[in-house]
């Protein structure tokens, strides 16, 4: 089928104007030509041969994953993060499931490849600014993206002085029950032709935390259990994380019962910006000063 329909491409090149203007990565294909570049489609078939290095008609794919240029698709940012360290789940070959595509007018295309999937709803894997042309498709923007890997919309947003890809999914503790999902909102920012993944940091540098909220997530800290409860309201100047955080002597579970039982619920605001290619929040989370006012309290 593949074969029949288009001619495939991969790589650095392609014509263009200018140097800076030639594409990271393209295919060519004779799919859909007879329709308005906006509403162009490509089989999830293509999608993988054309961001992942490797890839074969059985849905098996090379590992350690490279992207279409040849790179590894590694996940450099997290590196504060405790609760980042979770389990790999077993590879499978790639399905229509690990495929997202969003719109975002005329030709252009967010594409996002779950090649590699985890024990707590999050994947990673390569993600692709990419434009349709009445001959094919071509990458202008790559990288890599690790978020929630399920009922994902992907977008580009200003802030600050730059832009970021925003990634808004959900992890279920079953896929049939949406009572049992939790949504999270990933940021990227977008460097030259790179997405480029980064921890947030304060205003000296220092790593704060991830630049990943989920909305809702429990934990224990001591002989203590926690909830906390976000929201993400974005503005062209910085992103608003509203954070509420109830704290119970006992197991946080959803019943009125746990409410009642809580001990002390606070509730902050902290504002994140882009600026001079760092992710910059005005403070630590709210999780983060009550873990250190409990551990100044226990020395």
Known sequence: MLAAAAVVVLGCGGKAATPAEQ??????????????LADRTLPAPFWFSLLVRGYVSTGAIA???RDCEGQLVTWPADACAADAEVKPLEAEPLGDSDLVVSHLGEGRRLVWVQTEHFAN??????????????????????GALRAYGSRVQL?????????????????????????????????????????????????????????????KYDGTLGRKSYRVQSSVNFAPDAVTVQESLTISEGTMGNSADATAAAV???????????AGGRVVADGPSLLDRWARQEQAKAN
């Open 121 to 142: 709803g999050e994947a990673v894997g390569p993600v692709a600014l990419s434009v349709f042309d009445p001959r094919g498709v071509s990458v202008t923007t790559l």
């Open 63 to 65: 590992r350690p994953t």
């Open 264 to 274: 002390a619920r606070m509730t902050a605001e902290r504002r994140i910006r882009l």
């Open 155 to 215: 977008r580009l947003e200003r802030l600050g002085d730059g832009q970021v890809l925003i990634a808004e999914g959900e992890a279920c503790a079953d896929e049939r029950d949406a009572r049992t999902c939790v949504r999270g909102i990933r940021l990227v920012p977008v460097g030259r032709r790179r997405f480029v993944p980064l921890d947030v940091s304060d205003e000296a540098g220092r790593c704060v935390g991830r630049a990943f909220f989920p909305l």
């Open 23 to 36: 594409p990271l990565c393209r295919i060519t294909t004779s799919i859909g030509v007879n329709k308005p």
